[in-house]
């Protein structure tokens, strides 16, 4: 079965600093990969996914993420924050034998300071 | 469009009580359904899924109970809540697989937050 971990519970950046989480899976086969992010007392929402090709991929807000196969990392990215990045992110793993049932990392909560 | 419902938004509800949480979704049909809990610290954890009316699919052995008497429609039940059932219930629905799995997101709701007393 497949497994996210996400190494960094908590992140304080700065507004106009670059900010990078980390994701690691575990999955023998090609996942199929995704970051949601959720604000306070919401729902999640997709900020981008990747299954194949371009390892780099782009997503909503301004953010991406790099798939590294030999690291088994998907790590998320984004130049620069703004206050309203302010959330908790989930990396999640995901494989099409596995009727679509994702297995999601613990999250990683992001504090922005002005 | 699509849009999913969740009610109620909190909940708080005395140990052994019943539980009822309805998730509804508008724009699609023979969605594949889905409820997760989340934990502090724990990230979110799959309890339900369903890909068709009648059809449910148990992750976790638990007090809990899941069925979807339409093809929009979900729901969450206990017969008795216990204190460790107190968490943030998400549901969530996605595109049929056949579909393609990229093309066929994870849409959640905004949550109920239930505190079991």
């Known amino acids: 079965a497949q497994s996210v971990t996400q190494p960094d519970i908590h992140i304080t950046v700065s507004e106009g600093a670059s900010l990078e989480l980390r994701c690691n899976y575990s999955?023998?086969?090609?996942?199929?990969l995704f970051w949601y992010v959720q604000s306070p007392g919401q729902g999640l929402q997709l900020l981008l996914k990747?299954?194949?090709?371009?390892?780099l991929v782009q997503g909503i807000k301004g953010f991406e993420a790099e798939f590294k196969r030999s690291q088994s990392s998907f790590n998320l990215r984004k130049p620069s924050v703004h206050w309203s990045d302010a959330a908790e992110y989930f990396c999640?793993?995901?494989?099409?034998?596995?009727?679509?049932?994702?297995?999601f990392g613990a999250g990683t909560t992001v504090t922005v300071r002005a | 469009s699509q849009t999913i419902h969740q009610w109620p938004a909190t909940l708080v509800q005395p140990v052994g009580s019943p539980l009822s949480l309805e998730c509804t979704v508008e724009?699609?049909?023979?969605?594949?359904l889905y409820w997760y809990r989340q934990a502090a610290g724990r990230g979110l954890q799959l309890l339900f899924y369903?890909?068709?009316?009648?059809?449910i699919s148990s992750e976790v052995p638990q007090n809990l109970s899941a069925s979807r008497p339409q093809d929009r429609q979900f729901i969450l039940s206990s017969k008795k809540l216990l204190l460790s059932d107190s968490g943030f219930y998400l549901c969530?629905?996605?595109?049929?697989?056949?579909?393609?799995?990229?093309?066929?997101?994870?849409?959640f709701g905004n949550g109920t937050r239930l505190t079991v007393t």
């Open positions: 969530a629905w996605s595109l049929d697989i056949a579909k393609g799995i990229l093309n066929s997101p994870l849409h």
């Open positions: 999955y023998g086969a090609t996942p199929y």
């Open positions: 990747y299954f194949s090709g371009d390892t």
């Open positions: 999640a793993v995901g494989a099409l034998s596995n009727d679509y049932k994702l297995s």
């Open positions: 724009g699609t049909s023979n969605p594949n």
């Open positions: 369903s890909v068709g009316i009648g059809q």
